[in-house]
Structure formats: structure tokens, C-alpha cells
């Protein structure tokens, strides 16, 4: 038995203390905030979560999954909204029953320190501030001041902005690159309609502007919790609506159906902050006995909704390196790294294409048209042809393995098709030298 230090109490973090104490590890987890449990959340960070198969699965591992579906709003597809003409709903499967869910990340975090509390000791307030990879030494800055611990394991589940991580670079042991877009977020909020829904429930919501998008997420109150990517500079950036008659204007002309269902949208457009889309990469992500894990060590973008479903994924093969180390946590480090590593740079990738299909792609009619075929392929071919975001959501195929199948299954529909071409032109030949 190892004495593990957990740092970071959000999703991976609480999940991956979780796993470790069923494995019978002695745990301590670490979490900046105060205890989340209870407290407001921070106006205008919720970003709601599309909960998938790869996350269901880590959390059906710890028997939460159907805990956190009861509190879930499956959503089946995209609702596509124009500036004019009629919605377009887009299902997410060939049979048009799979689903991505919503869930609010706050409610989520709740269940999982919940589930965490009894078997692990949560030490709240505590913000890292130094720590020595070679001894496992941790300080801490507390409400009670400055607090020294030790752990035989230390892993970073910190986030994006990994404390641990920059441990890890200022000891000259890890490199960082952050490549941030040129985009941030704005949430907003469609509260209910007279107790209702104000937009389809079952659908995520998207409303696509070429260089710009706004989509909207279904939520248990019958809100909806909406968020603005848009770029941070130029005449189209968020600072460049500076007043409330501005905001409207634009929202008027560019998302109509908008204002009459959001009553505060010039408060929220004006106070709620704008937040940073990046990847972050690091390499190596593991030295001495600290390892880092999700985002502190592979932060994505959010256009795939695979985040959190990532992170939790990276919890559940660190256990299963474990097992084949053996126990011999060194050994098991390594091995989740090697493993990991290709299928991380695959989803960090695919998410970055896939802002791309959602602002500029999924309101043209070939974009459409090629979905149809897709799903017609599907249905024709079960299991030999899967689409990309079938196997990204619905499965638990490793990243880059999804990659390098959608890849094959492209060449082999263009052999396919350059094969149907050469027999069509070849009787046309034939047909012309008959006399």
C-alpha cells in the first residue's frame, strides 16, 4: 500500500481518488477552493458537459454511472439554426437513438467528492506552491498558513493551469507548450419558458456563423446554458459590442431567435467574463514519482465535448497500467504515458477539426448530404463502416486508433468510387464503338 497524493478535487481528480482508494490506497486529495458542495458556482464558468461513452464507462467502473444519468438530458443530435428558414436537426447516430449528455460539471464534481469523501482524507484550501519530484515533498498554502506534506506518489489532476505541472517545469524536468486560439467563451443563459422548455430539450443547439458560433445545452431546471465562441480581436471580437443597445443590434441581426428568449442577455453579454480556448502538451508527463493526468497534462479544446470524457478515460488506464505493472507504481507511470500518449494527440486534434465542422460546415447542404450518406453506410454496413464521431462518442476505441479507421475507411469509399467511375466511363465506351 502507497501513500498517494491526489492534487486537484475537480472531475479526474475526485474520480481517479475514487478508484484508488477501491484499489485500497491510502489517498489524500488535494483541492485549492474551498468545498465546492453547497457554494454558488463562479458566474458564467459552468460550461456544461456532454457526457459519452468513454466517460459513462470510467464512471460505471465506480458504480456512479446511473447516479449521474438520473441528473443527465441526452441529447440526440444537433439542432442547427440559421440566421433565416427553418431549424435542422441532425442525429448523432445512423439509428437516431444514441445520445451525448448534458450535465452540468458542478453537479458532476459533487457526486464524485461525495462518492470520494468516505474513503479518502479531503483536504480543501489547499493551493500548491512547491514540490520536489525527487522526495514527493509538498507545501501548501492554506487559510492556517503554510502546510509541508509528503506522498510516495504524487499525481497532478489539477486542470489546464496545472500548479503541478509548473512544479514539474521549474524544476526543469517537464517541458510546456500552450497554443491558445485566437477564440474565447461567453456564457449566457435561455431560462425557462413559462416552466418549459424554451428550445428542444434532446438536441444540442447550434447556432453557426463562419468565423463565430454560439451553442446551447439543455439543463434539469429547463434552462439552457448557452456559450459564445467568438475571436478575441476584430470587429466581430466581444469587445467590440461596448453597449447594451450594440448587443442587441447585433444579436437582432446575427442570432434573431435569440433575444425574445433570453431576457438577460445584455447582463450576462456584459458581465459574465470571457474565458481561453488552448491545447496544452507537455512532455515528459511523468519523472520521479509525480505523474500528471487529464488536463494538467493534455488540455483540449472543447468542440469534441471529450474533455472531461478524456480525462476520465486517462483514470481508468492508469488503473488498468497498474495491474499490469503489477502494483509497481514507477513501472505503471511509464506504461500510462507510452500508452496514452498517441490517443491524446489524436482527440486534441480531431477537437480542433471539429470547431471548424461546427462554426463553418454543419449549415451547408453538401455537409448535410454527406451525412446522410454517411449514416446510409452505416445501416448498410454494420460494423465494418463506422463514422469518426460515432467512435469518438459512442465507444471506447482508443483515439488514435478511430483515427487511423476513418482514415481507411476514407481511402477505401474513394477506391471505391474512382473503381465505379472507371466501369461507368468504360460502358460509355463500349456503348459508343458498337455499331
Known amino acids: 500500500m502507497s501513500d498517494i497524493a491526489v492534487v486537484g478535487g475537480g472531475l479526474a481528480g475526485s474520480l481517479l481518488a475514487c478508484v484508488l482508494a477501491q484499489r485500497g490506497e491510502r489517498v489524500v486529495l488535494y483541492e485549492r477552493r474551498p ?24 464512471l460505471r467502473g465506480v458504480g456512479l454511472d446511473k447516479q449521474v444519468l438520473a441528473d443527465a438530458l441526452p441529447m440526440r443530435g444537433r439542432m442547427i439554426h440559421p440566421v433565416a428558414g427553418e431549424l435542422d436537426f441532425q442525429p448523432y447516430s445512423a439509428d437516431g437513438e444514441r445520445a451525448i449528455n448534458s450535465i452540468s460539471r458542478g453537479a458532476l464534481n459533487n457526486v464524485l467528492l461525495d462518492a470520494a469523501d468516505p474513503a479518502v482524507e479531503i483536504r480543501f484550501e489547499h493551493r500548491l506552491s512547491a514540490l520536489d519530484p525527487v522526495s514527493g515533498e509538498l507545501t501548501f498554502e492554506t487559510p492556517d498558513g503554510e502546510i509541508r506534506a509528503r506522498a510516495d506518489v504524487i499525481l497532478g489532476a489539477d486542470g489546464a493551469g496545472s500548479a503541478v505541472r509548473g512544479q514539474l517545469v521549474a524544476h526543469g524536468v517537464t517541458t510546456e507548450t500552450l497554443d491558445f486560439l485566437d477564440y474565447g467563451y461567453k456564457e449566457l443563459t435561455i431560462p425557462p419558458r413559462e416552466g418549459e422548455f424554451a428550445l428542444d430539450p434532446g438536441a444540442l443547439h447550434i447556432w453557426p456563423r463562419g468565423r463565430s458560433m454560439m451553442i446551447a445545452l439543455p439543463n434539469p431546471d429547463r434552462s439552457f446554458t448557452c456559450t459564445l465562441f467568438w475571436p478575441t480581436s476584430g470587429t466581430s471580437a466581444f469587445a467590440s459590442l461596448s453597449s447594451p443597445a450594440a448587443i442587441e443590434r447585433f444579436f437582432a441581426e446575427h442570432y434573431p431567435d435569440v433575444p425574445p428568449l433570453a431576457p438577460g442577455l445584455v447582463d450576462d453579454y456584459q458581465h459574465n467574463p470571457v474565458g481561453l480556448l488552448g491545447t496544452v502538451r507537455c512532455a515528459p508527463w511523468q519523472y520521479g514519482r509525480v505523474c500528471l493526468v487529464g488536463d494538467a497534462a493534455h488540455a483540449i479544446v472543447p468542440f469534441y465535448g471529450q474533455g472531461a470524457n478524456c480525462a476520465f478515460e486517462d483514470v481508468v488506464v492508469l488503473g488498468r497500467c497498474l495491474d499490469r505493472a503489477g502494483g509497481d507504481w514507477a513501472r505503471a507511470l511509464r506504461l500510462f504515458e507510452s500508452s496514452r500518449r498517441a490517443d491524446t494527440e489524436a482527440i486534441a486534434q480531431m477537437a480542433l477539426a471539429n470547431f471548424v465542422e461546427m462554426r463553418d460546415k454543419v449549415a451547408s447542404p453538401l455537409f448535410r448530404l454527406g451525412k446522410r450518406v454517411e449514416h446510409a453506410l452505416e445501416r448498410l454496413a454494420p460494423g465494418h463502416y463506422v463514422s469518426r464521431y460515432e467512435l469518438v462518442s459512442f465507444s471506447t476505441t482508443p483515439y488514435d486508433r478511430v483515427r487511423r479507421r ?30
Do not use: T, W, Y
Not at 37 to 53: F, H, M, Y
Open 35 to 58: 468545498d465546492p458542495r453547497g457554494g454558488a458556482a463562479e458566474r458564467g464558468r459552468s460550461i456544461n458537459l456532454a457526457l459519452s461513452e468513454r466517460g459513462l464507462s470510467a
Open 406 to 435: 476513418v482514415r481507411a475507411q476514407h481511402r477505401a469509399l474513394a477506391a471505391a468510387g474512382l473503381g465505379l467511375s472507371a466501369a461507368i466511363a468504360g460502358g460509355i465506351v463500349k456503348a459508343r464503338r458498337k455499331p
